[in-house]
């Protein structure tokens, strides 16, 4: 009975979070529109290129041109579901020592931030996901997969936020030992942006570049659920790659736990 | 013309109006709704060169709105300011030469680099002649006692060492006139004193005008001649500390501790005099509270003492504290008129 | 008081001001390593990706691998000047939505000179350094013709390149002013739009074209001078474009600056 209590208390204190995190976006009205816009600049500026670079040639790398404004599309869907302002809340509050704060409340930290993160990707995210599929749906010459596949797809993009969040996470806890968090975020985004196959698929790269972020989780943000997409792998190929998600999940998951413990440590020790 | 001259002075802000929880939320994505307020409505001032004015008033009556103005960073919605004969807002960075502000809760300090090195910005923004500025920053450091943390980072200092930095910052520059804005608020005892000796020497030295607001009356007894309150964007008094004192803090109230009082002997005696009214009436404590235009000290202490033995006493004059509150609560009302019927009443009692 | 003393005072305020913002961080000594280091991995993986994908076509549009480069590095190199000298544009925010500016405003300083001042990107470093290597590297790779006029051009381009970034980031920043919380990522939008200058224009559409040629010039930052260094254009006055821009684009900034700081001088905070 206890054990039951404390863990709707609990739930109502981490859902409570994401509902205040939804109504902060929402007052945020505009900076969610210009965020929004932001990421939509690039996807542009991708779709422009790689329409330059198709230009006269039937397939790259084993994709049509078809094949290849999907993939872009889905990873832009991908991406905007964590959002940069999601991501600057995170090392903000370790940035600006309000953690120390946090410290005092029953709340685990990560779980906390998942809310927060959690609430706002609804709306920003969702608001995305409106727009960009409708656009997909209306569209022509984009690639649409089965019924299996779709289902797959939509539970590889809910891991790949997963993925992200926990990635993410990490960078902002890695805010703890250096005092820059923008460098510590922009290193991130470079680094996720080449492995995790948004800038280019990952077919693209050179065998060796190829194996070497098969190996990174970066993959499981655009890579995977692209692929589910896009059917390159059949439905037990497809199982496989979301258990492959799910798996990188707990391994970024314990990782931010066990990063947290040891930062947590040295607060207390050294004092914020 | 008078040094600072403020006439028909008035400011208005839009405000948006929104509906607290999720709902709220999301209406106001799609219609707002704005709301006129007047901080600050039509106020007339004049100050003269080297006065100290209090501008004292509750939250939210218009001291920071009227400051910002007169130091030029807010534009006025209607109404002039003459400071020195400049317009502070149109004449800003001429204006800002001659004047000296600290923010009680911002600073003006860099955040990361010493003390010393702001004051030396300071020097090169100021255009501050080289021999001033040692002067000024070796008898600033002598009387603000800040000499054990010139070297330290604004960021680590305390409360009471930021505002004693701000404050020599403020002034670096001899400026005609310095604004202070809640200069010692959540600072203790000792650091308030210091603060208030630097502003009154420098306010005797070099005759820098100083207007003050504050919620710390202590720091209006020790530093102002004047007194000007605000409240709800409109001035309801302006006029000297002793007059206001003289007017309207006239009660006092005496603790006397006895040895064995007769109480009932004293009950007697208290009702024939006027207006004392007993706080405390015990065998040991007596406490008496009653106005001094209608009876005098001794008149009271004579009638304690003729009841029981008194072992000591000590008497509690209300500060500007006191009026204040009754001015804030709405009890009493600063204008001329009702104020000379109230002293035409104390003489009178004062003769009989 | 003439010109020339306060341009004079100009400048020795700013050194003043900067050579405190170099103290201040000089006090986070982990700080900036991270920073130039986050910057040049950006800037390397970038043309890593480009390297990937001219591993399997020859040109894009008609623009050689190193040309493409070239674009990109003057891109990051202007961003590096920018951090660098002039980070207190990004902050600008800050200081409206704390009420730090009105301290700015006490002073008998231009509050434009106190907010370019205002800060120090560490990283602009990297951001430079790799820039003039990738500079470097494409002037030499591609075959070029040589003139002594042609290198004086070469200078003033990437000078007014600077001050177009710089100008466009001021401009972007002065949002602030009316998009009043800590959020505001219009300034960041704004700067992704340089994203589309790293590649020649002549790929995207009309609209984007006006978009990056004369709404928000990043065009004049890289395609402009490549276009005039790699002899693609066919008029020899094409150089005279980026200069032009660049007065254009302060002009704008300080007007949008000015307007800004009379909303802000009338409604507080």
Redesign the interface.
């Known amino acids: 009975m206890n054990a039951w209590l404390r863990l709707s208390r609990s739930w109502r204190a981490y859902s409570s979070l994401a509902t205040r995190s939804m109504q902060n976006t929402l007052?945020?009205r505009?900076?969610y529109v210009?965020?929004f816009?932001?990421s939509f600049?690039?996807l542009?500026?991708m779709y422009?290129?790689w329409?330059?670079?198709y230009?006269g040639?039937e397939e790259?790398?084993g994709m049509s041109w078809a094949q290849m404004k999907t993939y872009l599309i889905i990873s832009f869907i991908s991406n905007s579901l964590l959002s940069?302002?999601s991501e600057t809340r995170i090392s903000g509050k370790i940035l600006d020592g309000s953690v120390s704060a946090d410290l005092l409340k029953p709340l685990d930290f990560q779980k906390a931030r998942l809310a927060e993160t959690l609430g706002s990707t609804v709306i920003e995210g969702g608001l995305t996901v409106i727009i960009t599929a409708t656009v997909l749906a209306a569209a022509s010459g984009i690639f649409k997969p089965d019924f299996i596949h779709s289902l797959l797809f939509i539970l590889s993009v809910l891991a790949s936020l997963l993925v992200k969040f926990g990635i993410v996470y990490i960078a902002g806890l890695l805010c703890f030992?250096?005092?820059?968090s923008?460098?510590?975020v922009?290193?991130r985004?470079?680094?996720t942006?080449?492995f995790s196959g948004a800038?280019?698929p990952l077919s693209?790269?050179?065998s060796w570049?190829e194996k070497l972020s098969l190996v990174l989780p970066f993959q499981g943000i655009v890579h995977t659920p692209a692929s589910i997409y896009l059917e390159e792998v059949n439905v037990w190929g497809a199982l496989g790659l979301l258990a492959l998600q799910c798996a990188w999940v707990c391994v970024l998951w314990l990782c931010g736990k066990l990063m947290w413990s040891w930062a947590v440590r040295q607060i207390t020790i050294h004092g914020g | 013309m008078s040094f600072i001259e403020i006439r028909q002075l008035t400011k208005q802000?839009?405000q948006a109006v929104k509906e607290p929880g999720l709902a709220g939320a999301v209406k106001h994505l799609f219609s707002q709704k704005y709301v006129d307020k007047t901080a600050v409505a039509g106020i007339n001032l004049d100050i003269e060169e080297g006065e100290t004015v209090a501008y004292v008033g509750p939250n939210g009556a218009g001291k920071s709105?009227t400051i910002?103005m007169l130091?030029?960073?807010?534009?006025p919605s209607s109404g002039t300011i003459s400071v020195g004969g400049i317009d502070p807002?149109r004449n800003?960075?001429?204006n800002?030469?001659t004047?000296g502000?600290v923010?009680g809760q911002?600073?003006?300090l860099?955040?990361?680099?010493p003390i010393s090195?702001t004051f030396s910005?300071l020097k090169?923004?100021?255009e501050i002649p080289e021999p001033l500025y040692k002067r000024n920053l070796e008898q600033f450091i002598e009387l603000l006692g800040m000499k054990d943390f010139l070297h330290l980072?604004a960021r680590r200092l305390s409360l009471g060492q930021r505002m004693r930095a701000d404050l020599a910052a403020a002034l670096l520059h001899n400026p005609r006139t310095v604004y202070l804005d809640e200069p010692t608020i959540g600072l203790d005892i000792a650091v308030k004193q210091r603060i208030r000796e630097f502003i009154r020497a420098s306010n005797q030295e070099r005759g820098t005008t100083v207007m003050l607001t504050t919620h710390d009356l202590g720091d209006i007894e020790d530093l102002c001649s004047r007194l000007v309150i605000i409240d709800q964007g409109s001035l309801i008094y302006d006029g000297t500390l002793a007059a206001v004192k003289d007017r309207f803090a006239r009660e006092r109230v005496i603790h006397f501790q006895l040895e064995k009082a007769d109480l009932p002997a004293l009950r007697e005696a208290l009702d024939r005099m006027p207006k004392v009214t007993a706080e405390k009436l015990e065998r040991q404590h007596v406490s008496l509270r009653f106005d001094r235009f209608h009876i005098t000290a001794s008149e009271v202490a004579s009638a304690v003492m003729r009841c029981g033995e008194v072992i000591d006493f000590r008497i509690d004059e209300p500060g500007i504290e006191h009026v204040i509150k009754q001015v804030y609560e709405g009890r009493i009302s600063l204008d001329e008129q009702h104020a000379d019927k109230q002293t035409a009443a104390g003489t009178e009692a004062n003769r009989r | 008081m003439s010109i020339l003393r306060s341009t004079r005072r100009t400048l020795?305020?700013y050194r003043?001001?900067f050579s405190?913002q170099l103290?201040?961080?000089l006090?986070?000594q982990?700080?900036?390593f991270?920073?130039?280091?986050?910057?040049v991995?950006?800037q390397l993986?970038?043309i890593?990706?480009l390297w990937?994908?001219y591993?399997?076509?020859p040109d894009?549009?008609g623009w050689t691998f190193w040309e493409v480069v070239f674009m990109y590095a003057m891109i990051y190199l202007t961003e590096g000047f920018g951090a660098l000298f002039f980070e207190g544009t990004w902050r600008l925010g800050g200081l409206v939505n704390r009420?730090?500016l009105?301290?700015m405003?006490?002073?008998?300083?231009?509050p434009i000179l106190q907010v370019l001042a205002n800060g120090i990107g560490?990283?602009g470093i990297g951001n430079i350094v790799i820039g003039f290597i990738m500079i470097g590297q494409a002037l030499t790779k591609v075959d070029l013709h040589w003139s002594f006029g042609k290198l004086v051009i070469a200078i003033l381009l990437i000078i007014t390149a600077v001050a177009i970034r710089v100008s466009i980031n001021l401009a972007a920043n002065t949002s602030a002013f009316w998009?009043k919380?800590a959020?505001?990522?219009?300034p960041?939008?704004i700067h992704?739009?340089g994203?589309?200058a790293?590649?020649p224009i002549t790929?995207?559409?009309m609209g984007?074209q006006l978009l990056v040629a004369v709404l928000v010039p990043f065009a004049f930052v890289s395609f402009f001078p490549a276009y005039y260094l790699f002899d693609k254009s066919t008029s020899p006055w094409i150089w005279l474009a980026p200069p032009v821009a660049a007065i254009y684009c302060g002009a704008v900034a300080y007007l949008l600056f000015r307007i800004g700081l009379?909303k802000y001088?009338?409604?507080?905070n």
Do not use: C, H
Request: no cysteine.
């Open positions: 007052a945020y505009l900076s210009v965020n816009a932001s600049v690039l542009i500026a422009a290129l329409n330059a670079i230009a040639r790259l790398a940069y302002y030992w250096s005092t820059g923008l460098g510590i922009w290193a985004m470079a680094v942006s080449l800038l280019v693209f790269f050179p570049l | 802000f839009r709105t910002k130091t030029g960073i807010l534009v807002y800003r960075m001429e800002a030469r004047i502000a923010f911002r600073t003006q860099w955040w990361d680099i090195e910005l090169d923004i100021y980072t | 020795f305020l003043r001001l405190t103290k201040a961080i006090e986070y982990t700080d900036f991270i920073m130039i280091i986050s910057a991995l950006t993986l970038g890593v990706f990937v994908v591993n399997r076509i894009i549009n009420g730090e009105d301290v405003l006490l002073r008998p300083v231009s560490m990283n998009i919380n959020g505001n990522a219009f960041i939008m992704n739009l994203e589309f790293k590649y790929i995207f559409s984007i009379r001088e009338s409604a507080g």
